[in-house]
């Protein structure tokens, strides 16, 4: 995945201003920043969600500036999506919600759709009695883990996770860091994921990017970034709640 | 390989002994071969060889069925071996093959007529019970509102009776003007007959200002407020925010409900008024153009033949639908619990309990004004 100069603006505020990155197979990729430093942004232009004002895009071989809708529907089928807040369908239990992508993109019959829901629920570490419910009723970590179930239904070869600790509490975090690394060590999958979650970074993410004022601050493995000396990159290793390099947990 | 279009997953059995697999294996591919290989039959010697050398992508789903097929197959006492798989792909089969998938999830058994009868009586009862309770509470956040005026939300209310009355003034106008029009027009046919031309002045001033007036304001304000409140306070309630208002010290009841309870009892009134005459000048024009009945002529019989009490009668009427449409399009906005589907639902529920219950309410009057004589 490339991406190089890319800019965007909500009318007068600029977003981002020359955005360069690169992620590599099979990489466990972090993006950092503080808040409207646009990380949000970055991701929704990733996954076809919006359009960039100038730049390109490539993602999986693909350009993602001119593509057609076939192309980007057989792109859309490449990637998995785990958003924030789950972005489960309310209306399916989520068994269903699993199965859906399977249901609407491949020909495989009911019962095994089923059973391959179970077991990518099983994966994401939910029980199967959890699939019975609907999103409504499940606490926070659970809908976290049923989303990432969902994403990963087709067998992604690419995953983005939107803040995948984020209001979890700390067991069922580190849970989430170990699955995100299984996930890339078992099935080779490439991960890009926006987080605050100093534990996941030090202890998951192979490269990390600071975004900060509309550009790329700094991107190296988390030793790295701690040794830079970018005022932007400084910030969150010498606030309050950064970790010393010298001492991951 | 065209990562766009992968080469769908076949398998060739070269001897019975031996079963040749190609193509990709994956989610997308895989659903060609997915029921050969569940029906797949066992060959008559003990053993088959399964050549993997010429699959091309292998998947948690393709190693699930390729994972099933050899259970499945070992099960039946036949030594199965796998060869020439690529070390990536053995090593997502193993993973597959570590954790067991189990039965799927038991589908639930559909409960008999009588125990779904039995279920949704009991849940109308339950809706009524809680619609009163709600009433109820709503007359308690009145009273206090009585005891303590500074708490009374002005504000809302005048917002309410802007977007609920004001607004919807040329809807109102629109639908009640061809109402009119069309009241004198099918009685214009009748009339004629009888030489009774002038009579279309009882026709369209009694039919317009004791009945329809009122209900088609009712109508339109139940599918365009009463919605909206169901609406918003539903997802109100699926945000959070009525939990926060509370939590806040903030009575829901007196921020939301009561404002627009006491705009829509302002507002339905002068509708009503505005429906009665724009209907009766609809049915006007028609008496000119169909009957030759002219404005002055019309205007004459008018006042002869409608009495004040025919229009006090659609007037009064206007508050109680206002009352119902406004609890209930709260009502079933408190109700929503859940997400976005259940938002739609109680919406959709607000307009229909409205509108029935405006129309038995209609009913209701009807029958008490002819016991009274009125």
């Not at chain 1, 390109?56 to 593509?67: E, F, N, P």
């Not at chain 1, 995948?164 to 299984?182: M, N, Q, Y």
């Not at chain 1, 509309?214 to 010498?238: N, Y």
């Not at chain 2, 039995?118 to 009163?132: K, N």
């Amino acid at each position: 995945m490339e991406v190089s100069k890319v800019s965007t603006r909500y009318g007068e505020h600029v977003v981002h201003s020359g955005v360069d990155l690169d992620v590599r197979r099979a990489e466990i990729f972090a993006v950092i920043g503080g808040s409207g430093s646009g990380k949000s942004t970055l991701l929704r232009e990733l996954i076809l969600l919006q359009r960039p004002d100038s730049g390109s895009i490539r993602v999986l071989g693909a350009d993602l500036q001119g593509l057609g809708d076939d192309e980007a529907l057989a792109l859309r089928q490449r990637w998995g999506v785990m958003f924030q807040h789950g972005g489960l369908f309310g209306s399916l239990t989520v068994h269903e919600n699993v199965g859906l992508p399977l249901r609407e993109h491949t020909g495989l019959e009911d019962p095994l759709i089923d059973e391959i829901a179970t077991w990518k629920l099983a994966l994401a570490g939910l029980e199967p009695e959890a699939g019975v419910r609907y999103p409504s009723e499940l606490s926070g970590g659970m809908l976290k883990r049923a989303s990432l179930a969902r994403a990963l239904a087709l067998d992604p070869e690419l995953l983005f996770l939107d803040e995948p600790t984020a209001g979890l509490d700390p067991e069922s975090a580190a849970g989430v860091d170990e699955l995100v690394r299984r996930l890339r060590d078992d099935f080779g999958l490439t991960i890009v994921m926006i987080t605050h979650d100093l534990d996941l970074l030090w202890q998951v993410a192979d490269r990390v990017a600071v975004l900060a004022e509309g550009t790329v601050q700094g991107v190296g493995s988390m030793a790295e970034l701690a040794r830079m000396d970018v005022p932007a990159v400084r910030k969150f290793f010498d606030g309050p709640r950064g970790r010393a390099p010298s001492k991951p947990r | 390989m065209n990562p766009l279009s992968p080469a769908p997953a076949t398998f060739a059995r070269p001897t019975p002994q031996e079963l040749a697999l190609s193509g990709s294996w994956t989610a997308l591919g895989i659903s060609g071969v997915a029921a050969q290989l569940g029906a797949l039959a066992a060959p008559t010697g003990a053993q088959l060889v399964l050549d993997g050398a010429r699959i091309e992508a292998l998947d948690t789903t393709g190693a699930l069925i390729l994972h099933k097929l050899l259970t499945r197959l070992r099960g039946e006492g036949i030594a199965v071996q796998l060869r020439a798989l690529r070390p990536e792909f053995a090593r997502v089969l193993e993973v597959v093959g570590q954790r067991p998938t189990g039965p799927s999830q038991a589908a639930v058994a559909p409960e008999s007529g009588l125990a779904h009868l039995g279920r949704s009586a009991a849940a109308g009862l339950e809706q009524a019970a809680a619609l009163l309770s709600f009433v109820g509470a709503s007359a308690l956040a009145l009273a206090g509102c009585f005891a303590h005026p500074a708490r009374f939300r002005w504000r809302p209310m005048l917002f309410n009776i802007r977007a609920a009355g004001f607004d919807a003034l040329p809807i109102v106008g629109l639908l009640s003007f061809l109402l009119g029009i069309v009241v004198a027009y099918q009685g214009a046919d009748q009339l004629r007959q009888y030489g009774a031309n002038i009579f279309v002045a009882d026709l369209v001033g009694l039919s317009m200002l004791r009945e329809f007036a009122p209900l088609i304001v009712a109508l339109i304000v139940a599918g365009r407020s009463g919605s909206a409140y169901a609406a918003q306070i539903g997802t109100m309630c699926v945000t959070e925010e009525i939990d926060a208002m509370r939590t806040l010290g903030i009575s829901p009841l007196e921020l939301l409900v009561l404002p627009k309870i006491f705009a829509l009892l302002v507002a339905l009134p002068l509708l009503t008024v505005f429906a009665d005459a724009l209907g009766v000048f609809g049915g006007m024009l028609m008496a000119r153009a169909q009957l030759g009945v002219g404005f002055d002529e019309f205007l004459v019989r008018f006042v002869k033949a409608v009495s004040p009490t025919a229009y006090l009668i659609g007037i009064c009427k206007a508050p109680v639908f206002a009352f119902i449409i406004a609890v209930v399009g709260c009502f079933q906005g408190f109700r929503t619990s859940g997400g976005a589907d259940s938002v739609g639902r109680q919406t959709t529920l607000s307009v229909v309990q409205a509108t029935f219950l405006v129309i038995v309410a209609d009913a209701l009057f009807s029958i008490a004004f002819s016991a009274l004589g009125l």
